[in-house]
């Protein structure tokens, strides 16, 4: 069984404030995917990053950064210098080499405070 | 199209009666996927369609839920028989064939609300 937690159900920070995400998972296939994706309040899903299990290079896209520690089971998601347009729900979601099936984490809100 | 298009935006209906949702997906998108978003909660797998048949149908909470894709491309979800606990977002996303099983990105519609009164 594969699983996602997003212990943070809701964070506000002021505007210009870093920010990190948290996101544990658990899974039992030793090739797997990780995955970040952004709710708006539109309610699309809006893909942020996929990470493979062989790959724990961290990465910088911007504002954005990810810190993948397969020896935690930890995909942390980290926002600098927030911005408004940041706010939404933000969700980490794990699948299975060749399974169909994204397991998703509960998410976390985040509010940024102008 | 240019996204995943997703019909209606909104459903309100009694308990009870018939729903059915439609998905456009992009346009060449052979993979088609249904996913249902309680509130606060993540999305959950319902099926997966590769071209027309569902390959897997295991996230279908019970037989009230059904879902068709009868030319490959648009798909329709048809929930009978409706009880309050239906009430969700009922998101559909799809992916490319070029894209690796597994790895999948998927592109998500906006949802279509169904609130069961």
């Known amino acids: 069984a594969q699983k996602v937690t997003q212990a943070q159900t809701e964070i506000s920070v002021v505007e210009k404030e870093d920010v990190t995400l948290d996101c544990v998972y658990e899974?039992?296939?030793?090739?797997?995917?990780l995955f970040w994706y952004k709710q708006p309040p539109s309610g699309e899903l809006v893909f942020l990053i996929r990470r493979n299990s062989f790959d724990e290079q961290n990465e910088i896209s911007g504002r954005y950064s990810w810190n993948f520690q397969k020896s935690t089971s930890s995909f942390n998601f980290t926002i600098t210098a927030s911005q408004v347009v940041d706010s939404a729900v933000y969700f980490c979601?794990?699948?299975?080499?060749?399974?169909?099936?994204?397991?998703f984490g509960t998410g976390t809100r985040l509010t940024i405070i102008p | 199209g240019a996204g995943v298009s997703q019909t209606p935006s909104n459903k309100v209906t009694e308990k009870g009666k018939y729903v059915e949702l439609r998905c456009d997906p992009i346009s060449g998108h052979t993979a088609l996927y249904w996913y249902r978003q309680s509130l606060g909660q993540g999305p959950e797998f319902l099926i997966y369609f590769q071209g027309t048949g569902a390959a897997d149908d295991s996230g279908l909470p019970n037989d009230r839920f059904f879902a068709v894709r009868p030319e490959g491309s648009v798909s329709t979800l048809k929930i009978q028989r409706t009880e309050r606990g239906d009430s969700a977002v009922y998101l559909c996303?799809?992916?490319?064939?070029?894209?690796?099983?597994?790895?999948?990105?998927?592109?998500f519609g906006a949802g279509s609300r169904l609130t069961v009164l």
């Open positions: 899974t039992r296939d030793t090739t797997y995917y």
């Open positions: 996303a799809s992916r490319g064939s070029g894209q690796l099983s597994g790895a999948n990105v998927l592109t």
């Open positions: 979601a794990l699948i299975g080499f060749g399974n169909e099936k994204l397991t």
